[in-house]
């Protein structure tokens, strides 16, 4: 084992460990000189014994650190012998002396006792000092003349002695104290050495493990998305080979961000600091995760829920790898027609939510074959193992297994510090609510328009360009609040609410009875006022509009489909398509009033779109339920408006019947270009539009892009469970 004492820092330091690891040899050399000359002296004098005496006297003294007791006894002892017998003998039959130059060692003898002998040593050799020098006292005092001087004598040499010995031993105490410290010290510094490299062990151990993790999430993930990629390209390749290109492209890329990761996470291990350090993922790029994943082919839908907390970036780091790690195995597992759907759900932990502290659940579900595909397995299965380990490491936990009825699911649930304020949303999305209403929150990733095909048979015949869109977008509210009555009795039906609706989408507005959803509609058509906010229709402020003004709007610039169809019975499906023109003073391209005549090529697609052509002629009594709203659907386009608002569209309407409206509606934003928000209560029509906006309890509670309707109804699900409604918002 190394050495792991304290290396010295200078010349001093040097000496000081030199001296306490070799003290013989450095006493030796002290005391050494001294014990010759002494012995010289009284040779030369013809003392024979005395310089014997001497040398031993002083010459012990070169073990006083390592044997106190030892040289204590040898010292006194001879010391003690020249008071007694006054036996310090000149030569030649000289004078005899009480005391010799030697006995001063008793002073180093009794400060080294007392800096490294024993606790009874030490205050023995004290006592015997003190008693020694008494005796020197009444030794130098007895050969006085007279009494009065031999007590002057004996007290000033009993007291000078004593002094002598009280500060050998007091000093001798004081470096036994230090070197105390100093031996505590190193203990400290030796022990904090051994933690050290502990520690050091064990981060070593744990950066593998890491390491291991991380290139296990990149590469599993990533040759996941390359499979599914290269397995969809195989099969299209005959049929269609642009998708079989878009495939290899989507393999290429993908490959490339994965040399990249890989390259980033060794790189970290190169001494020359070479490496390209960048963030590590976190929370906010799940839904840039969910959008990669969506691109692979795979149906994601991606459900927040709560108020977001700032999270360690190790954790973020642990939450973004897991939702990896189970899309990854989705891909791997769910088979060709899985759909998956991840919801983070963030917990505030107020007594009303049940969990006493604040907590990130997260989901990660699939309706494929995972289960099975999970009990057969293709590996030691390291992904789930990492993902608990990952949670463990701050304070979480994970869980995976199969879902009741079909499919796979990742559950993992992790403590959120409490330290700092909220952050408005997940990820950072904009647009997010303050959250002080008590409202759940629920956001999604940004909207992203979908390559999936209509859900009903047959295709479009127009070949219509798409209109261009001018920049922001098509509606938007700002701060909008509806109140109705006063005072206890006041209903907020809208709460500060902002939202924006971008041009050429498809958006439905869903949310618990009485969250303000149709408010909301009314007030984007300025069928009613607000008690404060804005309202845009593109860069129009409605609240700054007269009725006439408002009017003029509705006609030329909104297109409305209702629940009811709202059609005039004694006019054909035409008439009633191009009622709105008229009513506006447009006629024929020969017409003779208004300054803008009906597009009668856009009537055309419009009909052909719709499935119309067929049954212009017919009375809206001779018309189907779907027939009839599809004919509310052409006369809220034929006027080329800015935004199409529909009310529960679908609300009369048999299944099949409401798929062909809705599938007519989204058509209309895909090959029309048309811009169209929908208020629905009903899951599987929200799942056609592009975007979910959540109103709860008359505020803006979130949003789902991408929808299933299993993803819409888990976002409805939480806000129910997670907010008690109030209020009675229309």
């Not at 390359?226 to 998708?243: C, F, H, M, T």
């Not at 899309?327 to 009303?352: E, F, I, M, Y």
Request: net charge neutral.
């Amino acid at each position: 084992m190394p050495d792991q004492r304290p290396q010295p820092r200078g010349r001093v330091d040097r000496s000081e460990v030199w001296v306490r690891t070799h003290p013989v040899v450095a006493d030796a050399a002290l005391f050494g000189p001294p014990a010759l000359l002494l012995a010289g002296v009284f040779a030369a004098d013809g003392s024979w014994l005395q310089a014997l005496a001497s040398l031993v006297q002083v010459g012990v003294l070169a073990v006083r650190r390592v044997r106190p007791v030892l040289v204590a006894s040898v010292v006194f002892g001879i010391a003690a012998l020249h008071l007694v017998t006054g036996a310090v003998w000149g030569g030649g039959g000289g004078e005899a002396l009480a005391v010799s130059p030697a006995d001063l060692a008793v002073l180093v003898a009794l400060y080294s006792l007392a800096a490294h002998g024993p606790r009874w040593a030490r205050y023995s050799g004290l006592l015997v000092a003190l008693a020694g020098a008494a005796g020197l006292g009444l030794s130098l005092g007895s050969g006085s003349g007279s009494l009065q001087e031999a007590a002057v004598v004996a007290v000033s040499a009993a007291g000078t002695a004593g002094v002598l010995a009280l500060l050998a031993w007091t000093a001798g105490q004081w470096r036994r104290t230090r070197l105390a410290h100093v031996r505590t010290l190193e203990e400290r510094a030796r022990g904090v050495e051994t933690e050290r490299g502990q520690l050091q062990a064990l981060a070593a151990a744990a950066e593998r493990a890491r390491i291991a993790r991380e290139m296990h999430d990149v590469v599993a993930h990533s040759l996941s998305v390359v499979i599914a990629q290269a397995d969809g390209g195989r099969y299209a390749a005959a049929a269609d080979p642009a998708a079989a290109v878009r495939a290899l492209e989507s393999v290429a890329s993908t490959g490339r961000a994965a040399l990249t990761d890989m390259r980033r996470l060794l790189g970290v291990l190169r001494e020359d600091g070479g490496a390209e350090l960048e963030p590590q993922p976190t929370v906010a790029d799940v839904p840039a995760l969910v959008a990669s994943v969506r691109g692979s082919g795979l149906p994601v839908a991606l459900v927040t829920t709560g108020t977001a907390r700032p999270l360690p970036a190790g954790a973020a780091l642990a939450v973004y790898r897991v939702v990896q790690e189970g899309l990854t195995n989705v891909l791997k597992h769910g088979g060709p027609s899985a759909r998956a759907t991840v919801r983070l759900h963030w917990s505030d932990g107020a007594p009303g939510s049940g969990a006493g502290t604040p907590r990130l659940e997260v989901h990660v579900e699939d309706d494929g074959r995972g289960a099975s595909a999970a009990a057969e397995g293709d590996g030691v299965g390291r992904g789930l193992a990492g993902m608990a380990e990952r949670m463990a490491l701050y304070g979480g936990t994970a869980h995976a297994g199969p879902r009741t009825g079909g499919g796979f699911a990742v559950h993992a649930v992790l403590p959120v510090p409490t330290r700092g304020q909220p952050s408005g949303q997940p990820g950072g999305q904009p647009g997010g609510q303050p959250g002080d209403d008590g409202a759940a929150h629920i956001w999604a990733c940004a909207p992203t328009r979908r390559a999936r095909p209509p859900r009903h048979a047959g295709r479009m015949t127009s070949t219509a360009p798409l209109p261009e869109h001018p920049a922001g977008p098509a509606a938007s509210a700002v701060g909008l609040t509806k109140t109705y009555g006063r005072g206890p009795a006041a209903v907020h039906a809208l709460r500060g609410v902002d939202v924006s609706f971008g041009r050429g989408a498809f958006t439905a507005i869903m949310g618990p009875s009485g969250s303000g959803k149709s408010t909301l509609l009314h007030l984007l058509a300025g069928l009613d006022t607000a008690t404060s906010g804005q309202v845009l229709l593109g860069d129009t402020d409605l609240s700054r509009l007269d009725d006439t003004a408002l009017t003029l709007l509705r006609r030329e610039r909104l297109g409305f489909v209702f629940q009811q169809f709202n059609l005039l019975p004694v006019l054909t499906a035409e008439q009633n398509i191009v009622l709105p023109t008229e009513l506006g003073g447009r006629r024929g391209s020969s017409g003779s009033r208004g300054s803008a005549p009906l597009d009668r090529e856009w009537l055309g697609v419009l009909v052909d779109v719709l499935g119309l052509r067929e049954r212009l002629g017919h009375r809206p009594s001779e018309l189907s339920g779907g027939q009839q709203q599809r004919v509310a659907i052409a006369r809220a386009l034929v006027t080329k408006p800015e935004l199409v608002l529909a009310d529960e569209p679908t609300g009369n309407l048999d299944s099949r019947s409401g798929a062909e409206v809705l599938d007519f509606l989204r058509r209309s934003v895909r090959e029309l270009g048309r811009t169209v928000v929908m208020v629905t209560h009903d899951a599987v029509a929200a799942s056609y539009a592009d975007r979910v906006v959540l109103l709860a309890d008359g505020a803006l509670a979130g949003e789902v892009t991408d929808p299933t309707p299993e993803a819409v109804t888990a976002a409805l699900d939480a806000l129910r469970t997670s907010l008690p409604m109030a209020g009675s918002a229309r």
